[in-house]
């Protein structure tokens, strides 16, 4: 089957458009949902509908598996914004808090951000950035350098 072959987001796409799933607001983690999108062989096939998005949420064991990214404006269900993969950001630490340094998962709910923990969560924890300061609980805020 012939194709065209085309790259849709390279490595260093930085920001993307989405579709958000429900009301997402600035400065939320996001998370991928499934969408009906069909593509075919042609780049012209892909829009900013073809990915969609939800504000993150789950649980700390199983929420970093699918956050990729931040959205970068309030948007309404059905509609499009403009997600944040890469970049420094600023979001709450969580109750473990976070050093300087560390890779840092989502916890699953408001944003927050902990170091990665040990046990069966380390083994299965993906960071979804590094904290480039820190903070000691859940009153806190860290600056993170988002890598999703």
Do not use: W
Not at 69 to 96: E, K
């Amino acid at each position: 089957m012939a194709y065209y072959k085309a790259v849709i987001l390279d490595d260093y796409a930085l920001k993307f458009t989405a579709q958000a799933g429900g009301v997402v607001s600035g400065g939320d983690l996001v998370m991928y949902t499934s969408t009906n999108v069909t593509l075919g062989s042609d780049a012209s096939a892909y829009t900013g509908k073809t990915i969609g998005i939800l504000k993150a949420s789950g649980t700390a064991a199983t929420a970093h598996e699918s956050t990729f990214g931040m959205a970068l404006a309030n948007a309404g269900s059905a509609s499009g914004v403009a997600v944040l993969s890469q970049g420094l950001v600023i979001l709450p630490a969580g109750s473990n808090g976070v050093s300087g340094g560390q890779p840092v998962v989502f916890v699953g709910y408001a944003n927050m951000v902990e170091k990665i923990g040990t046990g069966s969560l380390a083994a299965t924890a993906y960071p979804i950035g590094r904290a480039l300061t820190g903070a000691t609980d859940n009153t806190g805020f860290v600056l993170v350098r988002l890598n999703c």
